[in-house]
C-alpha cells in the first residue's frame, strides 16, 4: 500500500484513533497536540509527535505541515481553536483537511472556510446505531445519496436455497441485489438462477426505508 503522510492536530479519543488505524495500516503520522498529557499517551500510535499549539503558524511550518498529503484537524471543544487551525492550514494550501465537528454551526463554518470533508462523530455514530437497530440484517452501509443507500445484508433465513427469479426481490421489496458474497468470494451481477445459500450476504441497493423493511426480514 502506498505511504500516505498523515498529520492528526488533536490527540484527544477521535484523533488518537484516527491517528491509530492509520499508523497500524502502516501509514506516517504526525501527531499534535498543545497538551504534553496527550501527546504522551498517543505516542505508541504515531510516526512523530509534537506538543505544539495549532494556533500558531510559526509553529506549524517548523512541523513543515505544508508536506503533508492530509491534515486531521480533531480538536473537539475548543471551537475558536478548531476554527483558527483550518483557516491557517487553508492558507497554507493543505492539499486535503479534515475536520470534526462539535455542533451544526461550528460544521458549517468548517464549510464555509472550504473543509474538504466535515465530520460528526456522535451524530453519525447515533445514527449507525439506529439505523442497526431499524435493521438487523444489516452488516454494513454506504449512503448514496439523501434517499439511497448500498447495504451488505445476510441473507433471511426464509430465502436460503432459493432462487432470486422465483424470489423477484427487486419487484416485491424495491431492492436490487448487484451481488453476492459467498464464503469471502463475490459474484457480480448474479443471474437469476442463482440459488442463495445459508451466510450468503446480499449486496444491495434502494432506498433506506425498503432496505430497512427488506433486512428486518426473519
Ligand atoms: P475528543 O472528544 O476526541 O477526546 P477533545 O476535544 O477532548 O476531543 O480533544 C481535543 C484535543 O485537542 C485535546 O487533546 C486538546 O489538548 C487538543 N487541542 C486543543 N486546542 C489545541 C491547539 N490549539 N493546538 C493543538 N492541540 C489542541
Known amino acids: 500500500m502506498a505511504r500516505n503522510q498523515y498529520a492528526v492536530i488533536g490527540l484527544g479519543r477521535f484523533g488518537t484513533s484516527i491517528a491509530r488505524r492509520l499508523h497500524g495500516a502502516g501509514q506516517e ?37 505544508t508536506n503533508f498529503d492530509c491534515v486531521i484537524v480533531a480538536i473537539g471543544d475548543d471551537i475558536q481553536s478548531s ?13 486535503k483537511i479534515i475536520a470534526k465537528a ?12 472550504g473543509v474538504d470533508w466535515t465530520i ?13 437497530l431499524l435493521s438487523p440484517n444489516m452488516l454494513n452501509y454506504i449512503e448514496l445519496s439523501k434517499d439511497y443507500n448500498l447495504e451488505e445484508i ?12 422465483e424470489l423477484d426481490i ?4 424495491k431492492v436490487s441485489v448487484i451481488a453476492i458474497i459467498r464464503s469471502g468470494d463475490i ?25 430497512a423493511k427488506f433486512s428486518s426480514l426473519e
Do not use: C, W
Open 29 to 65: 503520522v504526525l501527531g499534535i497536540d498543545i497538551n504534553e498529557e496527550s501527546v504522551e499517551n498517543a505516542e505508541a500510535y504515531v510516526t512523530d509527535s509534537a506538543i505544539a499549539d495549532s494556533t500558531e503558524e510559526k509553529a506549524l511550518m517548523s512541523l513543515g505541515i
Open 83 to 95: 476554527i483558527l487551525t483550518v483557516m491557517l492550514l487553508k492558507n497554507l494550501g493543505i492539499k
Open 102 to 113: 462539535t455542533s451544526k454551526r461550528h460544521g458549517q463554518v468548517l464549510d464555509t472556510i
Open 120 to 132: 460528526y462523530p456522535e451524530r453519525d455514530m447515533g445514527e449507525r446505531v439506529a439505523n442497526q
Open 154 to 165: 445476510m441473507l433471511p433465513k426464509k430465502m436460503i436455497g432459493r432462487n432470486l427469479r
Open 170 to 173: 427487486r419487484a416485491r421489496f
Open 187 to 211: 459474484i457480480i451481477s448474479p443471474s437469476p438462477d442463482e440459488f442463495l445459500q445459508e451466510e450468503d450476504i446480499l449486496v444491495t441497493i434502494g432506498t433506506r426505508n425498503d432496505l
